[in-house]
Each structure stands twice: as C-alpha cells, then as structure tokens.
C-alpha cells in the first residue's frame, strides 16, 4: 500500500521563527490534506491541497503530485501552533493513510 | 452549522464486554469515516462509508469490529468481546461529495476515549 512519510519527526522553535514540514508520499493520491491535532486531541483541517499552492493567514502549502510531496509552511510560529501535524492522503477506494506526524512546540 | 460528534467522549469497559460507539456527521455529508488512534500515535483508517454502503471493511483489525451506518447519516462502531489493545482513541470524520466522485476535506469529531481494563 501507498507509504506516507512526514520530517521532521519533532520539532522545537522559538516563537517568531518560521518552519518547514514535509510529506512524502509513495505513489499517486486522489487527494492530500493537511490536519493540525491541538493538546487537547481536536484535529483540525488545515488544507485540503492534491496540487499546487494555498495560503491561509500565516500557514500555506504546496504540494507537488508529480514528485510526491507536499510542504507546510508555518511562517511567525506562536505558541498556540504547537501541537501534532498530520499529512493525510487519499488513496484509490477513499481510504485516507495517515503520515506519523511531526510534533510541534513552540517556546514562548 | 453543528460539526461532528461523537458519543461518549469516554468509555471504560470491562476485557470480554461489548462496546458501541456513535458518531453524528455533518448534516449533509455522504462519507463518513472512522479511525483509531492509540497514545502518541498516528491515525489507523478503520473504515469508509459513502451513504449507508462501506466499500472497504478491511481496515477493521479484526471480526470483533463492525460498524454500520443508517439513513446516511449517524454511525456506530461496535467492538465485541473487548481487549485491552483496544483502548484508544477513535475518531470519526465526514466529508461531502464534489462533483466527479470527489470528496472534499474531512471534518473531525472530538473522539471517544475508550479504556479496557
């Protein structure tokens, strides 16, 4: 079955830096998205992006299907971006796969 | 509008009982799916409905999960004779469909925190 791999695995930042999350992904999807999991366990949607680039406040990505990778980029972090981020894509069927996730904390 | 919700937001059960656990999509929504997830990990697909139909059981980790879905709308998940691997966190999303047999992006419920003792 498709392979979904996300890096880094942990990352720590000073509030006010930027960052960068990668998804590869091992063959063709339908559809990726990318999901922000809160400490409290709430999963929320941050992109809904199979191709090209979308921009949301101080969070945009892009993903690039015909290399097999998408990229999050958090620019400004605060404090309230730490948390777990997922990358999830859709493979044939609607089954969704899940990349492990990198875990965010950003230092006040 | 409402988002999706689950029920319980907690259960503790007993190892050999069984459990059922509900979810409440989006008014609206045609799939609907569900996922588990133990401590500190990612998200394990479980299954897939679109309407009241499941194209794709065989994510459920075993005969001891079922889950159906009526009216195309709430859903249930049912473990039989609970083990103490069970205990996670399962959460159910929906999504709506878009034109060409596309779905657009999932909306997740709160979860239910399941325990077996």
């Known amino acids: 079955g498709i392979q979904v791999e996300q890096s880094p695995p942990d990352l720590i930042l000073q509030e006010g830096a930027n960052s960068t999350l990668r998804c590869n992904f091992s063959d063709s999807v339908n559809n990726l998205q990318w999901f922000h999991q809160n400490p409290w366990g709430q999963l929320i949607n941050l992109f809904y992006?199979?191709?090209g680039t979308k921009q949301n406040g101080r969070l945009s990505a892009t993903t690039v299907a015909t290399e097999r990778y998408s990229l999050l980029y958090i620019s400004s972090s605060q404090t309230t971006d730490s948390g777990v981020y997922f990358c999830?894509?859709?493979?044939?069927?609607?089954?969704?796969?899940f990349g492990a996730g990198t875990r965010l904390f950003v230092k006040a | 509008g409402a988002g999706v919700s689950q029920s319980p937001s907690n259960k503790v059960t007993e190892k050999g009982k069984d459990v059922e656990l509900r979810c409440d999509p989006i008014?609206?929504?045609?799939?609907l799916y569900w996922y588990r997830q133990s401590l500190g990990q990612g998200l394990e697909f479980l299954i897939y409905f679109q309407g009241n139909s499941a194209p794709d059981k065989s994510g459920l980790p075993s005969d001891r999960f079922s889950a159906e879905r009526t009216g195309g709308s709430v859903s249930t998940l049912t473990i039989q004779r609970t083990q103490q691997e069970d205990s996670a966190v399962y959460l159910c999303?929906?999504?709506?469909?878009?034109?060409?047999?596309?779905?657009?992006?999932?909306?997740f419920g709160p979860g239910t925190r399941l325990t077996v003792l």
């Open positions: 999303a929906s999504s709506r469909s878009l034109s060409g047999g596309v779905l657009s992006e999932q909306f």
């Open positions: 999830a894509v859709e493979a044939g069927g609607f089954k969704t796969i």
């Open positions: 008014s609206g929504h045609t799939a």
């Open positions: 992006i199979p191709s």
